[in-house]
């Protein structure tokens, strides 16, 4: 939901995804659950990620191309995002690459799109444990939080890399790959998989 090309949101992780579905069922609408590929590209010395850019393709819903870049926001988390449709996410795929964008990291994750009052919610089953996105203007995801009983001290504005990152160092997984098959190889189990 993001307009004139922005993205504000926050995200909870969450350990009672039905509990938070049923709430949100009462005023919301499922629009639907999908397995979510992510490719998200970048040089090898990370150019992308140290200037704050974000560049990915994704499977899921329908085949996307994103260019993120952040936004100064402490109390939320903004980007600048363009998105459109493609219809051959390999050949974009390889474009990407041919352009230098040669590092590849890999994440997959199920969601579940929900539309709620004038926010989307997205519930985020990972490798590392189900997360709670709410993205809309500031306002209203602060309303949303507090109707469906997530305390806004508890939000989180990392993104789901920058989780990863300090997950697979906390649980010794080498992978920069956030992957159930990364995940697979270790004794964690509270991705729900």
Not at 66 to 93: A, P
Not at 133 to 139: D, K, L, M, S
């Amino acid at each position: 939901m993001a307009s004139n090309n922005r993205e504000i949101e926050i995200k909870f992780k969450i350990q009672n995804p039905q509990q938070i579905r049923e709430k949100i069922s009462k005023e919301g609408k499922l629009v639907g659950k999908a397995f979510e590929k992510t490719i998200r590209f970048d040089t090898q010395t990370k150019s992308l990620e140290s200037s704050g850019k974000f560049l990915r393709v994704r499977s899921g819903f329908s085949n996307t191309i994103t260019f993120k870049r952040k936004v100064e926001n402490k109390e939320f988390r903004e980007r600048e995002e363009l998105e459109l449709e493609i219809s051959d996410l390999e050949k974009m795929r390889q474009i990407i690459k041919n352009l230098g964008f040669d590092k590849e990291l890999i994440m997959d994750k199920y969601r579940e799109k929900w539309n709620f009052k004038d926010v989307e919610i997205v519930i985020d089953t990972l490798p590392m444990g189900t997360y709670i996105e709410i993205e809309g203007n500031e306002q209203s995801i602060k309303e949303t939080a507090k109707t469906i009983g997530l305390n806004l001290e508890n939000k989180i504005l990392e993104t789901y890399w920058e989780i990863w990152k300090d997950f697979a160092k906390e649980n010794k997984i080498q992978s920069e790959n956030i992957t159930f098959e990364a995940i697979k190889k270790t004794n964690y189990k509270d991705a729900g998989t």
